[in-house]
């Protein structure tokens, strides 16, 4: 196990409850409606799956609903504990995602959101996943989308308020790019694409304008206050997403833009 990764996601997952910041975002929604409603709904049918990289278990109940039994899987202890109060069904391994405690062909299915791009190399998780998953299984990866240039690390920023001091990897894959790497580990792309297009026009706005206000208050040493401020910031964000969601906006926009900030693969062990 990576201990570096360990203490880093053991701090992280100890003071900071991302369910309650991110996942109610204007990225947090969108995520989960398209995951959920585009690739959990449509390629989880039945069988034992792991859903690795789970973190406080946001997607574990849908999981539950579509395989007959789901294998939930953290390298952080505090957010294992999370998600067994979300999905109590669930069988639960604190783990590092690129040294897989999982036996050969024991997996119908792997699930992992928003993963691949923290880890140091994707090799051991891609080796262990195809390890771990009999013939004909599948496996569903997203993670961040990149245009002009690729990320490699990033600056804790926000995380400062949660005991974060250094930057950390998080990195991006085009779909082309992911869907040539797991193919390298005997799998076949069934589909490929990115997504959150709706939020392409506003979103990045929202937080920089955001951002400036939680920057200063940050600066000036008003710590709960700025948590207060960047919980509003995700909430409202939330609310705004909504509101375009049911308007129409959004599936305009998703017809509009070709390109979306977060990538998917899905794809079949051959």
């Known amino acids: 196990m990576n201990q570096d990764l360990k203490h880093f996601y053991e701090v992280l997952g100890k003071n900071y409850v991302e369910e309650k910041f991110v996942h109610t975002s204007a990225w947090g929604l969108a995520r989960f409606r398209f995951v ?21 278990g946001v997607y574990l109940p849908e999981l539950l609903k579509s395989a007959d039994k789901v294998i939930a899987i953290d390298i952080s202890y505090p957010v294992i504990m999370r998600a067994m109060l979300r999905a109590q069904d669930c069988y639960f391994l604190v783990a ?9 062909g024991v997996l119908d299915g792997v699930f992992s959101s928003e993963v691949i791009e923290h880890l140091p190399g994707y090799e051991g998780f891609l080796s262990d996943v195809a390890y771990s998953i009999k013939k004909g299984g599948k496996i569903i990866i997203t993670c961040p989308n990149w245009h002009k240039k690729r990320p490699f690390r990033e600056e804790p920023g926000v995380l400062r308020l949660f005991g974060i001091e250094d930057s950390y ?10 869907a040539g790497i797991v193919e390298k580990f005997g799998f076949r792309v069934i589909e490929r694409g990115s997504f959150e297009k709706e939020l392409r026009l506003w979103g990045k706005l929202w937080d920089f304008l955001w951002g400036i206000i939680v920057n ?20 409202l964000g939330g609310l705004i997403w909504w509101i375009v969601n049911f308007s129409g906006l959004a599936y305009v926009m998703r017809k509009l833009f070709r390109r979306g900030p977060r990538t998917y693969i899905v794809a079949e062990k051959v």
């Not at 940050?218 to 509003?232: D, N, P, Q, W």
């Open 169 to 178: 990897i998080h990195t991006a894959y085009k779909p082309e790019e992911l």
């Open 96 to 104: 590092d995602a690129c040294a897989l405690p999982l036996g050969k």
């Open 216 to 235: 200063f208050t940050a600066s000036v040493g008003m710590r709960k206050f700025t948590i207060f401020l960047y919980r509003l910031q995700c909430l």
């Open 36 to 56: 959920t409603k585009n690739l959990i709904k449509k390629f989880v049918n039945g069988g034992v799956w792991a859903d690795v990289g789970c973190g406080g």
